[in-house]
């Protein structure tokens, strides 16, 4: 059985920082992409981030890019991300998720991951 859980969500004033924590078990982190989706309520899942476990390449869609930071502990099955400078469009839920292809966080057709999680809220505040 695969799951992922995710941990680290909260309420935080704009401009602050939280970093979401996703711990995977019954998989190992050795050639996957792992990373983050968000959806606000009434909108569509977004792709944020990924990190391939196998040579450290990262994605980030264009509205986090300079602002969050991903990254991966594989020997802990871990994969983080380091959100700072937040602002009320971050407002989401955020799913870790794991693929064996990036593209499933790239593309606008929306493929389920592979695997999943349960989600953990953000919530930033004005």
């Known amino acids: 059985e695969v799951q992922l859980v995710e941990s680290g969500g909260g309420l935080v004033q704009a401009g602050g920082s939280l970093r979401l924590s996703c711990t995977a078990s019954?998989?190992?982190?050795?050639?996957?992409?792992i990373g983050w989706f968000r959806q606000a309520p009434g909108k569509e899942r977004e792709g944020i981030s990924c990190?391939?476990?196998?040579?450290?390449?990262?994605y980030y869609a264009d509205s986090v890019k300079g602002r969050f930071t991903i990254s991966s502990d594989n020997a802990k099955n871990t994969v983080y991300l380091q959100m700072t400078g937040l602002k009320p469009e971050d407002t989401a839920v955020y799913y870790c998720?794991?693929?064996?292809?990036?593209?499933?966080?790239?593309?606008?057709?929306?493929?389920?991951?592979?695997?999943w999680g349960q989600g953990t809220q953000v919530t930033v505040s004005s």
């Open positions: 998720a794991v693929d064996r292809f990036y593209e499933v966080w790239t593309l606008a057709t929306k493929i389920n991951p592979d695997y």
């Open positions: 019954g998989i190992l982190f050795d050639d996957y992409n």
């Open positions: 990190i391939n476990s196998r040579d450290g390449a990262t």
